[in-house]
Structures are given as C-alpha cells and as structure tokens.
C-alpha cells in the first residue's frame, strides 16, 4: 500500500541535545510537509518542499531546519531542543498545492525531558 | 485571526443518528475545503474535500456542504458509528497555495 510512513514514532531527547525525524513516502508526491501539532489544536505548518525547492514558513523557528535528499525522503532535525518544542510532528505529502488533499504519516511524538 | 473556526469543541451524538459538525470561515478568497479525521496517537486521515463551485459533494456516509454567502461549510455523518468518534478539523485552501488554513477541531464522541 502506497503510505507515508514516520520514525521513529516516539523520540525522547535532552533538552539541548539534536535530534532527528524521519519521514518517507511511497507516493511519489512531490510535495512534502513538515506539521507540529500540540495537544488537541491544528497542526501547525513548519516548512514544505516542491521538489527540492525548500519553502520555510515565517514563525517557523531557526531551531527547526529540514533536508530532502530524494523524492523519497525527507528529515526534520530540530538543533537544540528545548521543553516547548516537545509535540507531535506530521510529515504529509500532496501531488501539488491548492485543490491536492494532504496524506499524513502517523507522527513521531517528541519528548525533551 | 482566526481564519477558519470550528466553534464546537465537542458533539455527543447517539449511534445510529446524523453527526453534524460545522466550520466558518472568514477569507472570501478560500476556493477548497477539506475535512480530516484525526485518531488519538496518529496523523489526520483525510475524508472528503469540496471546491467552492459546487454546494454539496458526497462520498458514502459522509457529505459535505457548503454555502459560501454565509461562509459556512458543515459535515453530515448518516449513520453515525462507534468508529467515528474521532476529532475532526476543517481545512481550506486558496488558489493554488500550499498551506491548509486549519480549525482548532471538534471532538465527535458516538454513544452506543
């Protein structure tokens, strides 16, 4: 089954201590999304990418950078954790913009302890 | 600015009857409304979308209507399950921008 899929699905870090999320697809979308959801509000965009043009959302922290390597592929690494950057991360996928629904992975849910 | 409000943080509906969940929004520019289903622990599934050319789009149980003088779009689930309880958010887009403008979702609870 084509899928977006997520790892690890759940991340403990020190406070300060870089970490790494994974996402990859099975879709060959090629729009990939990076989303941070805190308890029960909306998820909250933080970057996507066209391909491999990287589009930064303007309150997405410096803290919070991204890679895509391949169409496949793409990572979110937060460089210094700290306590407030403890949530769900969503990694989506979409053909395009616009009119293209977004398919979500299962989120990896990260602690900073 | 709230660009999209769900304004129900909750609806207790009995199984078996209509579940029906709004969202308002505010900028006239919005051309495509989506609804997504969130489980507890996993990402939003989505359910059904409609554009803002049409007023009514249908996809089994669910169906999705929109009346854009009044800025409004709701979603109607007939019947209700015990598998749809779920939280539920309201999304729009405009033209041919990436972001999804998101409600704060409603949390559908099915009795039996």
């Known amino acids: 089954d084509a899928m977006v899929i997520q790892n690890p699905r759940y991340q403990v870090t020190q406070f300060g201590k870089p970490v790494t999320l994974s996402c990859s697809q099975t879709?060959?979308?090629?729009?990939m999304y990076w989303y941070q959801q805190k308890s029960s509000q909306a998820p909250k965009l933080l970057f996507h990418y066209y391909d491999k043009d990287f589009n930064n959302e303007a309150d997405t922290p410096d803290n919070f950078q991204s890679r895509r390597p391949n169409t496949s592929f793409c990572f979110l690494d937060i460089r210094s954790p700290g306590l407030g950057d403890a949530a769900m991360y969503l990694c989506?996928?979409?053909?395009?913009?616009?009119?293209?629904?977004?398919?979500f992975g299962p989120g990896t849910r990260l602690t900073v302890t | 600015d709230q660009q999209v409000k769900q304004n129900s943080p909750s609806l207790s509906v009995q199984e078996g009857r209509i579940s029906i969940l709004n969202c308002d929004y505010t900028n006239s520019m919005f051309d495509y409304f989506l609804w997504y289903k969130k489980y507890p622990a996993e990402g939003p599934t989505f359910l059904i979308s409609?554009?803002?050319i049409k007023d009514k789009n249908e996809d089994g149980r669910f169906t999705v209507f929109l009346n854009k003088s009044a800025k409004h779009l709701s979603l109607h689930i007939v019947p209700s399950q015990p598998g749809d309880s779920a939280v539920y958010f309201c999304a729009a887009s405009e033209g041919s921008n990436y972001q999804l403008i998101w409600g704060a979702g409603t949390k559908l609870i099915i009795k039996p």
């Open positions: 409609i554009s803002s």
């Open positions: 989506a996928t979409s053909r395009g913009g616009g009119t293209y629904e977004q398919y």
């Open positions: 879709l060959n979308h090629n729009v």
